[in-house]
């Protein structure tokens, strides 16, 4: 489950997108979907306070304090992280996406 | 730096005709294969694995050829709501940054 559906925001604030599952699964993650450009990964986690970048964390950060949840930190928004945001979640084979998080920085 | 290539499509088919689209991938070392489908602003959902051997899941069938890298996807008697975005989706080693590659989707239009 992702929370919130829809966010705007005014560039420079904060922003954090949570991310939910209840299957005990041990890796989550953070993409962002546009147009043109698919699923690129952001950030991984596989288990408690443990992150790894992605293949674009710039302007990102995550949280991970519990194991069934996954945030995802902006810290400055900025208009270019205008997107679709999807969490996904995997016991170690296939992932589960959650419903995503629409974003627009304005 | 790991591939995966799909054609964008749109691929506009009549209700009833079978389609079939491909997506090769460059890691020979990949182990797992998947398709996914999206609805349009939907999250991605697994439709099927993709095996060595082949495999149906009713009018779907996926196929792999290891040698020349590639995947497919086969649809018969396509249905209106087939139309959507199908992934292809690569498999490395591990669970992590070595886990999934998707490719950037194949559109699929299936007019009445």
């Known amino acids: 489950t992702q929370s919130p559906r829809y966010k705007i925001t005014e560039t420079g604030r904060q922003v954090t997108l949570m991310c939910h599952q209840t299957?005990?699964?041990?890796?989550m993650f953070w993409y962002r979907q546009d147009p043109g450009l698919g699923l690129r990964l952001i950030y991984f986690?596989?288990?408690?306070?443990?992150?790894e970048k992605g293949d674009i964390p710039e302007g990102y950060s995550v949280s991970r304090e519990k194991k069934e949840r996954f945030s995802l930190i902006l810290e400055s928004a900025s208009t270019n992280q205008t997107s679709m945001y999807l969490c996904a979640s995997s016991a170690n084979y296939g992932y589960t996406f959650g419903s995503g998080t629409r974003l627009t920085v304005v | 730096r790991k591939e995966v290539e799909q054609d964008p499509g749109p691929f506009n088919v009549p209700e009833g005709a079978t389609v079939a689209f491909n997506c090769t991938y460059s890691n020979s070392a990949s182990q797992s294969f998947f398709w996914y489908r999206q609805d349009c602003r939907k999250e991605p959902k697994l439709l099927m694995s993709v095996y060595s051997s082949g495999n149906e899941d009713g009018r779907f069938t996926a196929q792999l050829n290891r040698a020349s890298q590639y995947i497919s996807l086969l649809i018969r008697d396509s249905k209106l709501s087939d139309s959507a975005t199908y992934l292809c989706v690569v498999k490395g080693w591990g669970g992590g940054a070595d886990g999934l590659t998707f490719g950037k989707g194949t559109h699929l239009i299936i007019q009445p």
């Open positions: 299957w005990s699964h041990s890796y």
């Open positions: 986690s596989y288990d408690v306070k443990m992150k």
